[in-house]
T-cell receptor
Framework: KQEVTQIPAALSVPEGENLVLNCSFT??????LQWFRQDPGKGLTSLLL?????REQTSGRLNASLDKSSGRSTLYIAASQPGDSATYLC????????FGQGTTLQVKP | NAGVMQNPRHLVRRRGQEARLRCSPM?????VYWYRQLPEEGLKFMVY????????ESGMPKERFSAEFPKEGPSILRIQQVVRGDSAAYFC?????????????????FGPGTRLTVL
């Protein structure tokens, strides 16, 4: 059974810091891995999708890596801003999306 | 191009009533998914549909829950005889015809959700 774990559960950093969010999964048989952002009371916004054959994807200040063999992905956020404050969700595509519990990020001005 | 639309955004029902949640996928999208987010829990897959077909309902509770995606109109998630434990946020997502959950390029686009409260 596929399980997805995100560490840490919560993170508070001062503005301008670079930070790394971690995601691990137990079964390497995945089609892809997606990172989402969820603001309180809102829906999910897709940030990055990494296909199973890819190692990383970049979008602006965001970079996501995938190591399928070890069951790990990281989301790197450069030069964090208060507007980055949200919950970040990792999801693996296995024929359905299986989500981690999320990392709640607070970036303080 | 409008995103995924869900209505109502908030729904209050008393125990024993029926709840109907609607989802209009993005224009041109043919894959629809429903997810549930219970308080203090993560998002859980419920069902995957294409037009007039349920493809995977492995995450649906066995009783009281049903879903459809008719040829015309929005996808509907129906909960009969609601109980307090059904209180949650229900999200719909869609993906384009070139995608689908068995494709490595499938990007799912989520709606804003319907927050169901059962009194």
């Amino acid at each position: 059974k596929q399980e997805v774990t995100q560490i840490p559960a919560a993170l508070s950093v001062p503005e301008g810091e670079n930070l790394v969010l971690n995601c691990s999964f137990t079964d390497s048989a995945i089609y892809n891995l997606q990172w989402f952002r969820q603001d309180p009371g809102k829906g999910l916004t897709s940030l990055l999708l990494i296909q199973s054959s890819q190692r990383e994807q970049t979008s602006g200040r965001l970079n996501a890596s995938l190591d399928k063999s070890s069951g790990r992905s990281t989301l790197y956020i450069a030069a964090s801003q208060p507007g980055d404050s949200a919950t970040y969700l990792c999801a693996v595509g296995t024929g359905k999306l299986i989500f981690g519990q999320g990392t709640t990020l607070q970036v303080k001005p | 191009n409008a995103g995924v639309m869900q209505n109502p955004r908030h729904l209050v029902r008393r125990r024993g009533q029926e709840a109907r949640l609607r989802c209009s996928p993005m224009k041109g999208h043919s894959h629809v998914y429903w997810y549930r987010q219970l308080p203090e829990e993560g998002l859980k897959f419920m069902v995957y549909l294409q037009k007039e077909n349920i493809i995977d309902e492995s995450g649906m509770p066995k009783e009281r829950f049903s879903a459809e995606f008719p040829k015309e109109g929005p996808s509907i998630l129906r909960i009969q005889q609601v109980v307090r434990g059904d209180s949650a946020a229900y999200f719909c997502a869609s993906s384009p015809p070139s995608g689908g959950p068995y494709s490595s390029t499938d990007t799912q686009y989520f709606g804003p959700g319907t927050r169901l409260t059962v009194l």
